[in-house]
């Protein structure tokens, strides 16, 4: 019996244990051999692992290319599922495949630096049909209100949130008939007011990139996806819960699909992403792709399809696209906490 393939997840987001949970509860018997490694040593998922290590803090980036290729020779690491500098991994691919290593990275250093900047992202896919929301990109004073000026004589809201964050850190949707105090007692986490924002930008001469945008009041959609060089094998959809509700529903959206088709073959994505989307009225525009597995990954996987094991076996070889099953939707889905021992 062959051994079971060795794969690597370094430091990664805070849902990295849930997925090796079920790799490890899902994948074929002796199939695969999970390590983990995180530079804190309470981090539940490495005690979700086979094997844990603890991850040196602060080294540059040479040091941590060094010691990824340390973690793989030690292992015999097959496939490395890289969550912490993954440009610095992407730009050192021949080193790691010249160690018998395969990378599950969404793209190359090149268009990886290109999605972490939103607004870099709307024009590099303009030319294709994906609806954008109107946007203008702004670093000072001066040119917030222009575009707010601008955008509100033709939308009903406007937000704004920076060209580069995660986890949608910055957005903020300005309320004019809402107060600092009013919005404080609501409990509002996004609102903020139109001389609140004012007040925030005024404070340095020039800020970094941040865009400001038409709001779009519609249903939001999370798309786990899975592809292999520019072609897209098989996406999850899961639409997110209104204000009222807690759980989100996996659905079938072939409109959303066919975009994502056509942002990964223009993009030549594959491996794991996200794609975000929003509606504006009955039509989908999109928001942001990230180039790595969503902190909803492990929501996805309840529609039958582990998108992180069919993405090892493609690298491993050891399935191709036909084999990945489609998707079963109509389920609502959602993440409790739990409580371990560490």
């Known amino acids: 019996m062959a051994e079971p393939a060795t794969v690597w997840f370094n430091k990664n987001l805070s849902s990295t244990g849930q997925v090796i949970e079920i790799l490890r509860r899902e994948q074929r018997p002796e199939e695969l051999r999970i390590v983990c490694s995180h530079t804190h040593p309470d981090c ?16 540059s980036e040479k040091d941590y290319i060094a010691y ?4 793989i020779r030690r292992h015999n690491v097959r496939v490395f599922v890289p969550g912490k500098m993954v440009e610095a991994v992407a730009r050192e691919r021949e080193r790691f495949e010249s160690e018998g290593v395969r990378l599950l990275i969404a793209a190359d250093a090149a268009t990886l630096g290109l999605l972490k900047d939103k607004a870099r992202t709307y024009e590099a896919i303009s030319e294709i049909s994906v609806r954008l929301p109107e946007y203008i990109r702004i670093n000072s004073l001066a040119e917030f209100d222009a575009a707010y000026a601008e955008l509100r004589m033709r939308h009903k809201s406007v937000c704004f949130k920076p060209t ?15 107060g600092s105090l009013q919005r404080l007692f609501s409990g509002d986490p996004i609102g903020i007011s139109l001389e609140e924002a004012r007040r925030c930008f005024a404070e340095v001469t020039r800020f970094r990139d941040v865009l400001v945008m038409q709001y779009l009041p519609g249903a939001e959609r999370s798309v786990d996806c899975l592809a292999q060089t520019g072609k897209l094998i098989r996406c999850v959809v899961r639409r997110k819960p209104d204000v009222s509700e ?35 009225g009955s039509e989908p525009y999109l928001l ?41 939707y109509g389920s609502r889905v959602k993440e409790i906490g739990r409580a371990i021992c560490l």
């Open 164 to 178: 580069e964050s995660m986890f949608g850190l910055g957005f903020r949707l300005v309320k004019e008939d809402c």
């Open 246 to 280: 807690g759980a989100q529903l996996l659905e079938s959206h072939p409109q959303i699909e066919q975009a994502v088709s056509r942002l990964t073959s223009h993009l030549g994505l594959t491996g794991l992403y996200n794609v975000q989307f929003k509606d504006n």
């Open 68 to 71: 990824c290729l340390t973690i």
């Open 288 to 328: 942001e792709i990230n180039p790595r597995m969503s902190g909803g990954m492990p929501m996805a996987c309840l529609s039958g399809v582990v998108l992180p094991l069919w993405g090892i076996r493609l690298l491993l070889g050891t399935a191709v696209p036909e084999d990945v099953p489609k998707p079963v």
């Open 44 to 59: 539940p998922a490495l005690r979700m692992a086979n094997v844990s290590e603890l991850e040196p803090k602060e080294l």
